[in-house]
């Protein structure tokens, strides 16, 4: 089976299927969720697109470090922003409303996939976080804009300069999420929901998705330079190198 499940239907769902890596995101994971997503979004009979991860812990737990890691110059990070850029591109531009669909670890890249989805239903015991500063890099999937248009500015600026996770009960009180659950009703409410947007006009939804997302996809201009500079930074491959092999980052300040 592949690294992500496609289903098409008048609700089509993409699945991260990945449960060994807790559905990270490595660089073919990206493109295939960009690739199904455009599929989703062309097919007229699709009336809404559910995105969630296989198993039941994580929803995603992220970019996968190791291919972070891995990076060595400027056009290999600038061409990794490119790829979550595009995923975001393909989700936000969707004349579908997309729904993120919440089983679990919903961090980093994750959480900046699900903060790039129309809406956010969670199971009781999912997490989500901004972890990356604390491996020495910066998030690189549209956190630094989108999470404040989500939360407002100064929850964005706690999650990503702290990068401590919250549950989903703190995700619902910020109104990161629409919606929190027990992990048994998950499917019965995000199905609710898609069923309830299936029923409005599909040119409507279509109209109105984009009227709320004009021009959101020009501010990231900005994070696209300073991912790439955390990541070739020292202090980028010290977190990401510490990660990898266990053991807790040495920054300047925490020897």
Do not use: W
């Amino acid at each position: 089976m592949g690294k992500v499940l496609f289903e098409s239907g008048k609700i089509s769902r993409i699945t991260i299927n990945r449960p060994e890596k807790h559905n990270a995101l490595d660089q073919e994971t990206i493109k295939l969720i960009t690739a199904y997503v455009g599929k989703a979004s062309a097919n007229k009979s699709c009336r809404c697109i559910v995105i969630t991860g296989s198993g039941n812990d994580a929803f995603c737990a992220g970019a996968d470090v190791k291919s972070i890691a891995g990076i060595k110059t400027r056009k290999e990070a600038e061409n990794l922003f490119g790829l979550f850029y595009n995923m975001r591109k393909a989700i936000t531009e969707s004349p579908k409303a997309v729904i993120a669909m919440i089983n679990g670890y919903c961090l980093g890249g994750g959480n900046e996939l699900a903060a790039a989805c129309d809406l956010r239903i969670a199971s009781i015991d999912a997490v989500f976080g901004q972890p990356e500063v604390r491996l020495g890099i910066i998030p690189g999937g549209g956190a630094t804009y989108a999470l404040q248009n989500i939360i407002g500015i100064g929850k964005a600026k706690e999650m990503i300069l702290t990068g401590k996770s919250i549950s989903s009960g703190q995700a619902m009180r910020i109104g990161l999420v629409n919606g929190v659950c027990d992990a048994k009703d998950l499917e019965k409410n995000v199905s609710y929901i898609c069923n309830e947007i299936a029923s409005c006009g599909p040119n409507a939804v279509a109209l109105a998705k984009s009227a709320i997302n004009k021009a959101t996809l020009s501010k990231y201009g900005f994070e696209k330079k300073a991912f790439a500079d955390s990541i070739l930074g020292r202090e980028g491959k010290e977190g990401t190198g510490a990660f990898l092999e266990h053991r807790k980052a040495k920054f300047a300040d925490n020897k």
